[in-house]
Each structure stands twice: as structure tokens, then as C-alpha cells.
């Protein structure tokens, strides 16, 4: 579903990304795991076409990353891009006029699982309902590609669990999810494989099962190994 062939991304002449090859495949929830600076948040832009002056090439279900790949991918970033008098209403709106594959329906129903108020704007919402807000905007799209970038940063441990839950209920299993984040220990639960980057550059990719057989360690316990100074 994503080819990444031989990537290469610098600012400045520094490389944040080098010669990165992946292939990521449907039917998994994979991680994407690495430090600050590690070059995760340019492959994610990459992937979503924020980012076009980079050397390599990078195909969605055989597409070049164009309208065609955008229309496949449900993004989810790591701040709010909406405005902040937008409430359920204006959203529902605004995806409907923007994304064929956006589903109504769904989006009410997860607004009431997640407690939230459709009438409420994000200007009077706390950081953690503005992060389900979110998430259920993008997980109303019946998209193939599911990107989140740290879907569970910004709320407390109580509801970490239910947005992971949201995730694991509202995505088809066909599709593929690429989740970034720091909070290994609270969501390594549902991953099936993990991609760590360290400065650029891909140091492993693996399922998450032969991690643990083969390590003897939890996902975040390999971690801290992997990336320790």
C-alpha cells in the first residue's frame, strides 16, 4: 500500500531523513517510533505531500503522491488545523464538501461515544477533547491509509483507553494505520509491527511478536535499548 524507495530529505544540508526504504503493507497497524529529531514527522508530511523537494520516490497504492494518494489517506496531525469556532456541525461540513469516503453517521456516533458536545466549539474545548474532536474526524473516513501522528499526546491516561479503542473499532480491516508517538507503553498493545528510526534512517522493522519472543522484551523496554545514549 506504501512504497518508500531510497527517500532522502535535508533542511539546510542537514539530512533529516536518509535512504529510507519501506513497504508497508494493508491489514496491519504499524508504529512508528523514534526520538525527537529522528526524522518521523518529515516522513509523515512526505506521505501526505506537505513536503515535495526530497530525493527518492513514494507510491500509495501505486500512485505517486498526488490528489489521487491524498484522496486514500486520513490524516491525523499533531496540532489543531481546524478553526477555533469550528464545532461538530461546521466539521461535518467542511469533510463532506472535501472527502467522498467521509461518513456522517459514524462521525455522530463516535461524537457520543467520545462525549462530546457536537454544538461545543474547539475554542472552548480542553486540549484532550480537541485530540478526540480530531480523531473522530479522521476516523470517520472510510479511507486505506490511516496516518496518526501522536493520537493519544495531548489526553490523560483515563482516556488513552478509549481513544485506542476508537481507533481499533473504526478502521476497516483492509486497511493500514501508521501511528507515531512517544507513549510506547500505553498503545505498543495494538501495534502488529514497528518501523524505529534514528537519525534518518530506518534500524529496524519488525512485527511486534517476534520482538518480544526473540528480545524477551516489551516494545518500549527494546526501545530504550535500541536508542539509549
Known sequence: MIEIKNVTKTYDGKPALI???????????????GPNGSGKTTLIKILN???????????????????????????????NYLPNWTNAEGAIKI????????????MRSLFAKL????????????????????????????????????????VDPAARELILKT????YAPESLVLIST?????IEQIFDSVVFLKEGQVVLFEDVDTIRQTQGKSIEEYFKEVFRC
Open 167 to 170: 481507533i481499533l473499532e473504526n
Open 49 to 79: 505531500g506537505l513536503l515535495r523537494d526530497y530525493k527518492g520516490e513514494v507510491l500509495i497504492d501505486g500512485n505517486p503522491v498526488n490528489e489521487i494518494s491524498k484522496s486514500l489517506v486520513s490524516y491525523l496531525p499533531d496540532r
Open 95 to 106: 469533510f463532506k464538501d472535501l472527502y467522498q469516503d467521509f461518513d456522517e453517521e459514524k
Open 115 to 154: 462525549n462530546l458536545d457536537p454544538k461545543q466549539p474547539l475554542k472552548k474545548m480542553s486540549k484532550g477533547m480537541k485530540e478526540k474532536f480530531q480523531l473522530a474526524l479522521v476516523m470517520s473516513r472510510n479511507a486505506k491509509i490511516y496516518i496518526l501522528d501522536e493520537p493519544i499526546g495531548g
Open 182 to 186: 512517544h507513549l510506547i507503553a500505553d
Open 19 to 33: 535512504n529510507v526504504n519501506l513497504s508497508l503493507q494493508t491489514g496491519k497497524i504499524i508504529g512508528l517510533l
